[in-house]
């Protein structure tokens, strides 16, 4: 423990900055993984409803709907209810984009600012490493050459400390903002492919 603060101390301010960008970066992953587990789930479920549909069954597919929590759950749980209503056409269909949209939204939401911390921390770092070999040939020059190496050296680990940290913070963001993406993307498919087998599957009743 000591150590690591010893070298939040020794990197300055870009390190500190990262440290708290790191904080922030994993709690974001916590987060969405808690939000993006569920996503790709229920397909069982939603196929049993389908067939449900399809033998007229309406309430009991509804019913087997109604404990869905995954995106496409939710989605065709409106699709259902709207058909039983009598709502279809260019009307239905425009309200489950917009209702798909919103949820494609929802799981979106601060993906954008992972993809940022990964683009900005290396960044950060590269700056942290300039500002400290600056630092370091400032020295070197003020000593007119006659610096220890030893001193030299440890100023240009502190500054590489930074590019390093940078990294650090950068790559797990990039990763789970690719996996999160991933995964979103499955999802969508999932609530297109659901309302579209039920559109059909209504038109065929």
Do not use: C, H
Request: proline share 3%; hydrophobic share 50%.
């Amino acid at each position: 423990m000591g150590g690591l603060l010893e070298m939040l101390i020794t990197g300055g301010p870009v390190i500190m900055l990262l440290a708290v960008m790191s904080v922030f970066s994993l709690s974001l992953i916590g987060v969405k993984l808690v939000q993006l587990w569920p996503v790709r789930s229920g397909e069982d479920n939603r196929k049993r409803a389908l067939n449900l549909w399809k033998e007229g069954k309406s309430d009991k597919a509804m019913a087997a709907m109604a404990d869905g929590y995954a995106p496409a759950d939710r989605v065709m749980t409106y699709a259902m209810q709207a058909l039983s209503k009598g709502l279809n056409g260019p009307r239905l269909e425009g309200e489950l984009m917009r209702r798909g949209n919103e949820e494609v939204t929802q799981m979106n939401s601060l993906i954008r600012l992972l993809e940022l911390i990964a683009m900005v921390s290396p960044l950060l770092g590269l700056l942290g490493t300039v500002l400290g070999m600056i630092q370091s040939f400032q020295e070197l020059e003020l000593a007119q050459g006659a610096a220890n190496a030893s001193v030299l050296a440890g100023g240009i680990w502190q500054a590489l400390l930074t590019t390093a940290a940078g990294l650090l913070v950068a790559i797990p963001a990039a990763i789970a903002a690719g996996l999160f993406s991933a995964r979103i993307d499955g999802a969508a498919q999932l609530i297109e492919n659901a309302v579209g087998r039920l559109l059909l599957a209504n038109e065929s009743r």
